[in-house]
């Protein structure tokens, strides 16, 4: 797995082509391989418990350990950011964003029943009550539900937020309910990764008002830029000292991971295809990533060749996302049609 890692962190330095068009700093744009890059190291991260540990695995579990949530911190970081740029260029956007939070816990529930489905077939069976909650999504079938749950959750934060406060306060209120969420998951007892990085929604909220050309100006002031990620990566040390003895220490660790991609994306477009398409379809990635974990290990092939199994699950995880997400596009296209006619 260390090399397949090392292979990972290739990808980013595969240049752009030549005369492609200058992306607006921390725009979707931007930001997609680098989504795409945290995506693929989300499912190396999951492959591993489909395989047995080998010496050689050492070097990578010791960075995935020292990684830990800050891989999905980006994904809330731009939902905050690229929701509130909307509602700023387009007030009109409350009333959407309703809709393409339902389509977002349809694609789950698709990926749910395709799980259990799955898991039946492996001879597991669930109480009832496990299915329902799993249909929100709160139970865990072998999907890690909680990235959903807390999505739509910060999704909801951010409808109420922005509905009722006109847009600078609706930036403090959401963080103040996502801190309510925070303490909700706290007192339900729920292991620390369903809430942890949920702060970084916010932190885009909060950017997305800083001008566009405020952020030019540390993309194009190299001083200025090299100033920021020094401190970042100093903090980033730091707090990673001590980011298991509390919570605080702990957020302080991920947010300065967070700042360190995002500054770093200011002056570096990787030009890696996979990981573009990775970062395009990220949500179906994670949603039906562990479908194809499962067969191989079900066949015995992540045993046999643990390493040279995982191109071709990277593959068949790519078609269903990319089959997903084709499915959905048309089905929401022939709805609006439907409508308009």
Not at 43 to 69: A, C, F, K, V
Request: one cysteine or more.
């Amino acid at each position: 797995m260390t090399f397949l890692f090392i292979l990972s962190l290739g990808l980013l330095l595969i240049p752009r082509e030549k005369g492609a068009p200058e992306a607006e700093p921390l725009s979707a744009e931007s930001l997609l391989p680098w989504k795409g890059f945290c995506t693929l190291l989300i499912l190396l991260s999951h492959y591993m418990g489909y395989i047995t540990e080998t010496p050689g695995d050492e070097t990578y579990l010791l960075i995935r350990s020292g990684m830990d949530q800050t891989v999905v911190v980006l994904f809330f970081f731009s939902a905050g950011f690229g929701m509130t740029r909307r509602f700023l260029s387009s007030p009109a956007y409350l009333k959407r964003l309703p809709g393409k939070m339902a389509r977002v816990w349809l694609l789950s529930l698709v990926s749910v029943l395709c799980m259990l489905v799955t898991q039946t077939l492996r001879g597991r069976s669930y109480e009832i009550h496990t299915v329902l909650l799993a249909l929100i999504p709160f139970a865990n079938l072998g999907n890690s539900p909680w990235f959903i749950l807390m999505y739509l959750l910060v999704c909801l934060i951010f409808l109420i937020s922005f509905r009722f406060a006109p847009p600078p306060l609706a930036a403090l209120l959401c963080c103040l309910l996502t801190l309510g969420l925070m303490s909700g998951g706290i007192a339900m007892e729920l292991d620390a990764y369903w809430y942890d990085s949920v702060l970084l929604f916010p932190l885009g909220v909060f950017l997305a008002f800083v001008p566009d050309r405020m952020l030019k100006k540390v993309q194009e002031n190299s001083l200025l830029w090299l100033g920021l990620v020094s401190i970042s990566v100093l903090s980033l040390v730091w707090l990673y000292c001590f980011h298991t003895r509390s919570l605080l220490f702990h957020e302080g660790y991920l947010l300065s991971a967070c700042l360190i991609v995002l500054l770093v994306s200011l002056r570096h477009h990787p030009g890696s295809r996979l990981l573009s398409f990775l970062g395009q379809h990220a949500l179906s990635v994670y949603l039906f990533q562990r479908l194809p974990m499962i067969l191989m290990y079900e066949t015995g092939m992540a045993d046999m060749v643990p390493h040279l199994s995982f191109p071709a699950v990277l593959a068949l995880i790519c078609f269903l996302a990319l089959l997903a997400d084709t499915v959905q596009a048309r089905l929401t296209a022939a709805l609006r049609a439907r409508r308009k006619a």
